[in-house]
């Protein structure tokens, strides 16, 4: 028996036996608790799961669509709205250093060329032209390309200049029927170089030792690190001295009786400005894109052929060159390099 009397200390909470009161408090207390606990474990889980695949399944289809998106981009080509019929003025551009996977290798300023050249409507190519030079490789397949086209579709090409042509962009517009400048415009440099630096007296001094192993004794002669012979020199020489030959060639061929060759330096490599390349027969006249396309080739308006990567091209390419950079690093680790 309870005693009415009986104290419990402070905080002290008796049993209580099971009722439907206690029952609705405490669930645990209910007849089955653990099998309907169980079964919301259950349930949670597989709504987390089913989640998770539909997250996977969006982010795949989203890589899925970005890369159709690319693909798509990368062959859909910027092309003339103008039909073939309507007369106009072809401009392909040639801006900044000519190059192998560049915005002015040959790859693309050919296929530019030859899509104008090609159309019924364009009647006259304007080489619109902004570069320091680069490859002479790139810019003598471009000027062969010149002459095959002129020849086969018998259309005038003009070169015009705006702040620079100079080098393998000068090497190109050699190949045109006429040269247009600013009187403010950079010509010429008509020479070949091969730069570098050599740092063997740098090492010497905070005693580093170039351990350079290679089957072949010139395979390594343009190492920085190491010394060049003087009959490396003289080989290295002799190769730029035909290049220059080839140069020379190309624009005496180009710009035959034009050209004034008693002018001092003309191919020294010295640049001038666009008045004097006019007065020198490097240039032809003073005249801009609107000029030629006005005066010359009588079709005022002007459509851009120019080849370009799009964005999609861009993004492949940096993609790809990053891959193929992690590859080549890996193999290198491996395997000797041939360079």
Known sequence: MTDPNRTEPEGFEPFEPATPKNMAKDPTQRPGWERATLEKLAFAA?????????????????????????????????????????AHTAVVEIKGEIAAGGDASAEFVVAAM???????????????????????????????????????????????????????????????????????????SIGVLMDGFGFTGVMEKVGVERR????????????????????????????????????????????????????PGLFSGLFWSGEQAVEYGLADQLGNVDYVAREVIKADEVIDYTRRDNVAEKLAKKFGASMAETTVRLMQSYTPALR
């Not at 987390?48 to 982010?59: G, P």
């Not at 289809?61 to 073939?84: D, E, G, H, Y």
């Open 46 to 86: 597989l709504s987390e799961q089913k989640a998770t695949r539909r997250w996977k399944t969006f982010v795949r289809l989203s890589w899925l669509a970005f890369f159709i998106f690319l693909a798509w981009f990368a062959l859909s080509r910027s092309t003339p709205s103008t039909a073939k019929t309507t």
């Open 114 to 188: 030859k899509t104008a050249f090609e159309d019924d409507g364009a009647k006259g190519v304007v080489l619109l032209i902004n570069s320091p030079g680069g490859s002479p490789v790139q810019a003598g397949i471009i000027n062969d390309e010149i002459k095959r086209l002129k020849a086969k579709y018998k259309k005038p090409i003009y070169a015009v200049v705006e702040e620079t042509c100079a080098s393998a962009a000068y090497y190109i517009a050699a190949a045109t029927d006429k040269i247009y400048v600013d009187k403010a415009s950079i010509v010429g």
């Open 212 to 263: 350079l192993l290679t089957a072949g004794e010139n395979k390594g002669f343009l190492d920085p690190f190491s010394p060049m012979s003087d009959a490396q020199r003289a080989h290295a020489q002799t190769m730029l001295n035909q290049i220059h030959a080839q140069f020379i060639n190309v624009v005496k061929t180009g710009r035959g009786d034009r050209l004034k060759l008693d002018t």
